[in-house]
């Protein structure tokens, strides 16, 4: 099975700044990568599929990159509402899927 | 609204079986394949199984196979997912999703899970 790698863990940062969130896969998953923000007591939500290509409704704050094993989650000028629980998730042929441990990010 | 409701979790003792169900509304049941996730406490998320859109392609996760199935009621617009031989590692809140499939350059297929229910919780304690 493909291991994602998630890191950090947890993240401090405050309303306005720029956090990044990587995702390393254990082989090539071209760019075969989601992301998804889970707030405290909810279902995930879809951020970002294919990568990089942002989900309708989502702010352009938000933005992926990367393909083959290493992936980048970023959110510029952070606001209130993005304090919540990032997970990436590989959907690479044939299953399982399989995510990564998530990334708490806070308010410092 | 597209929407996904789960029902059926509950408290059940170890070796016990147990039946989730998942009620989709909102969009055309029958052109999407359907996952179960799960999420244990204070833990990230597990993909548990997958069915297509057809009901004749079902994928387990290791950790689950030969003691869970999946099926789908497409006159029902539910999926369910039916559990046996629990242990307290089944402990989880069980979510439904949806899958999507983009097509990209080259006919490349993508997939993502873009509509998840609210989950519904299964504790397995004595």
Known sequence: DIQMTQSPSSLSASVGDTVTITCRASQNILSHLNWYQQKSGKAPNLLISVASTL???VPSRFSGSGSG???TLTITSLQPEDFATYFCQQSYSPLPYTFGQGTKLEIK | EVQLVESGGTLVKPGGSLRVSCAASGFSFSDHGM??????????LE????ISSSGNTIYYAHSVEGRFTMSRDIARNSVYLQMSSLTAEDTAVYYCARQVMYVRENQLYYYALDVWGQGTSVTVSS
């Open chain 1, 55 to 57: 989900q309708r409704g």
């Open chain 1, 69 to 71: 094993t290493d992936f």
């Open chain 2, 35 to 44: 996952n179960w996730v799960r999420q244990a406490p204070g833990k990230g």
């Open chain 2, 47 to 50: 993909w548990v199984a997958y």
